[in-house]
């Protein structure tokens, strides 16, 4: 133990101006990004308008609050990364965010966005580092103490952060309709050519390809040269290129280039230090608490992502461990589903108008995603429950298109869905994928 | 600092290189058409100039006459001047749903679809009690308004969107009665009737007015996100499915109400033609399609994008489903009492054509369907 904690050398004194570029690019963006959230009025569009939220696994008590409950909540984080960026009461600014942030992005399952996935584990880490121990208000008006240098594991694990999230999303791209047909790139690609200049190339087969395999090379390896000390300039600069070509060509994707351009800025060591460091010194017992902290943190990180081995089948198709595992604009998919809800007793039958229940993101969502098509086909024997129905039995004629291939039956259209649990367990309702 | 920039360039053309090589020695198969440059522009003039813009202007001139015709009734209620009044009210209504799925730009604007012919919305279910749904007129708020001659058809609620348009005219000229009771509070109802054609003139003249303007915006605008001209065509093809599906067809015919019928909510009640309404409305569809059989359309750009199949497909099933409705005989609302297995074909048809112009075609072109973020399905 001793060992591993001394080669790894998590606590080696290093200089605090990577985690306070990091600390005020970071506030700065979650500041902007909110306001934009706030002002395009997506808290009422997602929160407060559907009459019914897609609650994830163990979050179902997670609700939006009630009245003004989500502008205030909304208000508070927007404060809070303000306050981020300013270095200013960090560790309960950090703390407000993250559980701010993450409380609103656990109301419904159909806003999931990488993203914000990845800005709720940023900013819960942002908690437990010493971010505001330079170039801060804090220092200023002495509430903590100023900090030349800081153990190098505060930095070290926004940075495996960060190397997680490309290389799995590299990973994820290397897959057959990726590399070989270079879908969805092939059906993304055409629709941009009113892109000035790029715009008649966009139609080319090979620029298809050319992206697919650069983005794909891209996340796989940027890490390896922005860690480098002589390929990071370069490897920066092609950071600020593919995001920003990302920003040009898929402005639908939002905050995320913009997010990635800010965050990969920790890989920047601050400059040498003369004098010695003063690095806080903990004993054993605090550095062995933080190495398991650490560990575990780690492991969860590298787990979670490759969940998607323990299911059979084809991931896109059932997107089983889909979510949390950093796979972005890999595939076009749509649905179209339509509900049948039937008294087994008297033969009654009921169509189901999916927009009198879902906002159109909601069903467009729900559409290709099985746990969220168990969530509504329940919530649907509610509320015809209610209506009258006695023991509704739920049905589902769905069909997906992936990829650009001919849309097909998505599930088993005769299972009751009503009866079916939202879990871990394989979803064997849902048809084998073919192409 | 060389070495290292040699090896990643080295990898990155080591890599390029074997794509390349990959994709053309992987020819021996079947392979998609390589996609040529689409003149998203010339699409967008094309449907502009000889179908949208056209298409209203025909139906201007439909309002006129149907004006001309309203006017004649209200001043002289007979059977002779109500027949030629329906007469008028057919031709136009027949006429609106060839322009029903180019409600967007300036028509989105004026709310054209709600005021001309409230559908009820796709968001109002046939199952909740006591509320005006589907193709209903608000007859009491339209007596209500005669009585006291006060009302402002320009005010924006469901019950001023069912008390006007064509569903309300047809109730004023041609339900069961509707010459008698010109006999009582004469001056009120001819004026109301006079109003109501008016205003559906009035809005049809502002749009084909605004769409001098519009022209440039829409034929400028090559991109395919939400409220672009590709994206409002594409997803209004969904939509307009959405509506045969629902307001027109199924739920009178009771799919959501357990086989209740409500014949009395089907599109053009009063005048007897909801089937061949909405044969007009699935032939004018597949005109939008098909850019009236020219290249220069969402058909055509499929086409390009190597989808031929999938136009094909979508063709054919515009063919299946307009003879499905054409099997269908008027008046519509009789059919779905008496006619239920005709019905229940259409319906079928119907729901395979939305399926694929809700999901295939949209996918193909990479149509976006909503405003949000999105990081890729």
């Known amino acids: 133990m001793i060992s591993i904690l001394n080669r790894i050398n998590l606590f080696k004194p290093v200089p605090i101006s990577p985690l306070v570029t990091f600390r005020i690019a970071f506030g700065l963006l979650m500041f902007a990004s909110l306001i934009r959230f706030w002002w395009r009025g997506w808290i009422g569009e997602l929160y407060l308008k559907p009459s019914f939220h897609f609650t994830y696994l163990g979050f179902e008590w997670v609700k939006p609050l009630e009245g003004n409950g989500m502008y205030i909540l909304y208000a508070a984080i927007i404060v809070a990364a303000l306050f981020i960026m300013l270095g200013l009461f960090y560790r309960v600014a950090t703390v407000t965010f993250f559980l701010g942030f993450t409380y609103a992005e656990l109301i419904d399952a159909t806003t999931y966005l990488n993203h914000y996935y990845f800005i709720s584990l940023v900013s819960f880490l942002l908690i437990w580092v010493p971010a505001n121990r330079k170039r801060s208000l804090d220092v200023m008006l002495k509430i903590a103490k100023p900090a030349e240098f800081v153990p190098s594991w505060t930095i070290g694990i926004i940075r495996f952060q960060m190397a997680v999230v490309y290389i799995f999303a590299g990973l994820a791209k290397l897959n057959y309709d990726w590399l070989i047909e270079a879908q969805p790139m092939r059906i993304w690609l055409p629709a941009k050519s009113h892109l000035p200049v790029i715009g008649g190339l966009l139609y080319k087969t090979w620029i298809a390809y050319f992206f697919s395999w650069f983005g794909a090379i891209y996340d796989l390896f940027i890490v390896f040269f922005l860690l480098n000390k002589k390929t990071r300039v370069v490897a920066y600069v092609f950071v600020i290129i593919f995001h920003g070509a990302t920003a040009i060509l898929f402005p639908a994707i939002g905050m995320f280039p913009y997010v990635m351009i800010a965050c990969t800025l920790i890989f920047f060591p601050g400059r040498k230090q003369f004098g010695l460091p003063s690095a806080p010194v903990e004993n054993f017992v605090v550095r062995k608490r933080i190495f398991t902290a650490l560990a575990v943190y780690v492991t969860i990180q590298l787990l979670v992502p490759i969940r998607f081995l323990a299911y059979p089948g084809h991931l896109f198709w059932h997107e089983q461990g889909y979510r949390f595992s950093w796979r972005v604009m890999l595939m076009e998919k749509a649905g179209a589903a339509y509900f049948t809800v039937k008294e087994k007793e008297t033969g009654r039958r009921f169509e189901v108008n999916n927009s009198e229940f879902l906002t159109p993101l909601q069903e467009k969502m729900m559409s290709t995603q099985p746990d969220m098509i168990v969530k509504y086909a329940r919530y649907l024997a509610e509320i015809f429950a209610k209506r009258g129905v006695i023991n509704p039995e739920v049905t589902g004629e769905i069909y997906v298109t992936l990829n650009g291939e001919r849309s097909r039956l998505f599930i088993d259209s005769t299972v009751n869905l009503a009866s079916q649990k939202v879990g871990w367990q394989n979803y064997q309702w849902v048809l084998p994928y073919k192409k | ?377």
């Open chain 2, 1 to 377: 600092m060389n070495k290292r920039i040699k090896g990643i360039s080295a990898l990155l053309s080591g890599l390029f290189i074997l794509f390349l090589s990959c994709s053309k020695d992987s020819g021996s198969g079947p392979k998609p058409p390589e996609p040529g440059e689409f003149d998203k522009t010339a699409m967008l003039t094309h449907y502009a100039d000889n179908i949208i813009i056209p298409a209203y202007q025909q139906m201007q001139e439909d309002l006129g006459g149907l004006q001309q015709a309203v006017n004649a009734f209200a001043d002289a209620p007979s059977e002779a001047t109500q027949d030629a009044a329906k007469v008028a009210y057919t031709k136009a209504h027949l006429q609106y749903e060839k322009i029903e799925v180019y409600n967007f730009g300036p028509a989105g604007a004026a709310f054209l679809d709600l005021y001309t012919n409230f559908s009820g919305g796709l968001d109002y279910s046939f199952t909740q009690d006591g509320e005006l749904t589907g193709f209903s007129v608000d007859s009491v708020t339209i007596e209500n308004n005669i009585a006291s001659g006060a009302y402002d058809l320009t005010e924006y609620s469901r019950s001023s969107f069912y008390a006007q348009g064509f569903p309300a005219l047809s109730y004023l000229m041609i339900s069961p009665g509707a010459i008698e009771k010109f006999s009582v509070n004469t001056a009120n109802r001819v004026q109301y009737v006079k109003d109501v054609a008016g205003r559906l003139k009035f809005l049809v003249d502002k749009v084909v007015n605004d769409w001098g303007s519009y022209r440039a915006t829409f034929i400028g605008n090559t991109k395919t996100d939400v409220g672009s001209p590709i994206g409002n065509l594409v997803n209004q093809f969904a939509y307009q499915m959405d509506m045969l599906k629902g307001p027109r067809i199924g739920w009178p015919f009771g799919k959501q109400s357990n086989g209740i019928v409500f014949e009395t909510k089907s599109e053009g009640y009063y005048a007897g033609i909801g089937s061949q309404l909405a044969q007009a409305n699935i032939n004018s569809l597949k005109n939008a399609y098909t850019g009236s059989g020219n290249k220069k359309s969402v058909a055509g750009y499929l086409i390009s994008l190597g989808k031929e199949s999938l136009n094909n497909d979508v063709l054919a099933q515009f063919d299946v489903v307009a003879a499905k409705l054409d099997a269908i005989p008027d008046p519509l609302a009789e059919s779905f009492l008496t006619e239920g297995n005709k019905i229940e074909d259409a319906y079928k048809e119907i729901q395979k054509l939305l399926t694929l112009l809700k999901t295939d075609v949209p996918s193909a072109t990479g149509v976006q369907i909503t405003f949000m973020d999105n990081d890729g399905d």
